[in-house]
């Protein structure tokens, strides 16, 4: 009988005992989890410090970099056929500092002068090319050739085909733009079936319509 109880006491000490460890155990935990939690408290308010200042030098880059951004230093427009015409092809535009380069090369052309004009619209709806409105004229001025003073903005004067209905041109031109009133953006670019005799009020006589484009923002090169 001695020895049952003797093992009986011994098992609930060790039972005592082992509760005890257990509960300091757990406490230990909880106080770990306190440590823990405080240390990321301390933690997120320097965090979200960080993640504000981020956005405010993000802020600032970006007000510094907008204009830049904004710069549009190329156009294109790309001349598809009107009604019963062939000829096509693209135009460039290219800042040069504060003039615009025009690079042209259009195709199946007669051989020849053709009138060449940036016209008031960007409308190529017409199967004719007259959406495309009269010359590109803002300051209301006569017309006449593309080294004239007095002209229409959109006076380009004339591109020459070879004999194999191509024309390449090159112009730098002083009164182009891509801003305020006298931007090119959105008009359209007509490509004629005679040529520009860079006279005859307002059109130069140059005739009807064989090609029709839209100047559009390019990429930058
Ligand atoms: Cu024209």
Not at 81 to 88: I, N, W, Y
Not at 192 to 202: C, I, S, W
Not at 209 to 217: F, M, N, S, T
């Amino acid at each position: 009988m001695k020895k049952w109880f003797s093992v009986m006491l011994s098992l609930l000490m060790l039972g005592a005992i082992m509760t005890v460890a257990d509960q300091a155990m757990a406490q230990k935990k909880e106080k770990e989890k306190e440590k823990a939690a405080a240390k990321t408290e301390a933690k997120e308010p320097k965090a979200a410090k960080k993640v504000e200042k981020a956005e405010k030098s993000d802020k600032a880059g970006k007000a510094e970099k907008a204009p830049a951004k904004m710069e549009i230093t190329r156009a294109i427009a790309v001349l598809h056929p009107t009604e019963g015409s062939q000829v096509r092809g693209t135009i460039t535009f290219t800042q040069v500092g504060k003039d615009i380069k025009v690079v042209a090369d259009i195709e199946g052309l007669t051989p020849g002068n053709h009138g060449f004009h940036i016209h008031e619209f960007g409308d190529c709806s017409a199967k004719d090319g007259t959406s495309a409105g009269g010359h590109f004229n803002p300051g209301t001025m006569p017309h006449g050739g593309p080294a004239d003073t007095q002209r229409h903005v959109g006076d380009l004067g004339n591109l020459e085909a070879g004999a194999d209905g191509k024309a390449h041109l090159e112009w730098t031109d002083t009164k182009l733009s891509f801003t305020g009133n006298q931007s090119i953006l959105g008009r359209g670019v007509i490509v004629h079936a005679n040529a520009d005799d860079l006279k005859t009020q307002p059109t130069g006589n140059a005739g009807g319509r064989l090609a029709c484009g839209v100047i559009g923002v390019a990429k930058a090169q």
